[in-house]
């Protein structure tokens, strides 16, 4: 019987825990997005949500690479933008005089915030190549609004 009420406890306690998890991600999210009308009122708890809703609302939309990084800094100026890396990463900068050579890039990087999906959302503020990494296999977009 106590391993029953244990278990049931148990099940309750990370129930209660996954809800606040995803309530405090729903509104980290929201205030990340506050500041781009296109996003503001899409309903976006995870990186794959603001991916899925950025695809149908960005202006335009650019697969990033080291060769096109260059291009589509110059691109972003002026806009708000956006980086999604897979579904585990997010930067967004809206300055792109405030930079940084990164010779990885191979462009000057600007300075921006975002987050870093972990076990939770963790704030980052930092020049984008620092936050995005090096140029891989993983999928960068860059969302343009």
């Known amino acids: ?6 278990a049931i406890f148990a099940i309750l306690v990370l129930s209660v825990t996954y809800s606040k998890a995803q309530g405090s991600a729903a509104e980290t999210m929201k205030q990340f997005l506050k500041d781009i009308p296109a996003l503001a009122s899409e309903k976006i708890t995870t990186i794959g949500d603001l ?30 933008c956006i980086i999604v890396v897979e579904n585990h990463t997010i930067v967004k900068f809206n300055d792109v005089k405030k930079c940084n050579f ?9 300075y921006g915030e975002g987050y870093i999906q972990n076990v939770s959302l963790k704030s980052v503020n930092d020049y984008i190549n620092n936050i995005i990494g090096k140029p891989d296999t993983q999928k960068r977009v860059l969302f343009l609004f």
Not at 1 to 6: E, F, G, H, L
């Open 51 to 80: 991916s899925a809703a950025s695809k149908t609302k960005a202006s335009k939309t650019i697969d990033l690479s080291k060769e096109n990084m260059a291009e589509a800094l110059k691109e972003a100026q002026g806009k708000t």
């Open 102 to 110: 990164s010779g990885s890039w191979g462009a000057c990087m600007p």
């Open 1 to 6: 019987m106590k391993n029953i009420t244990a």
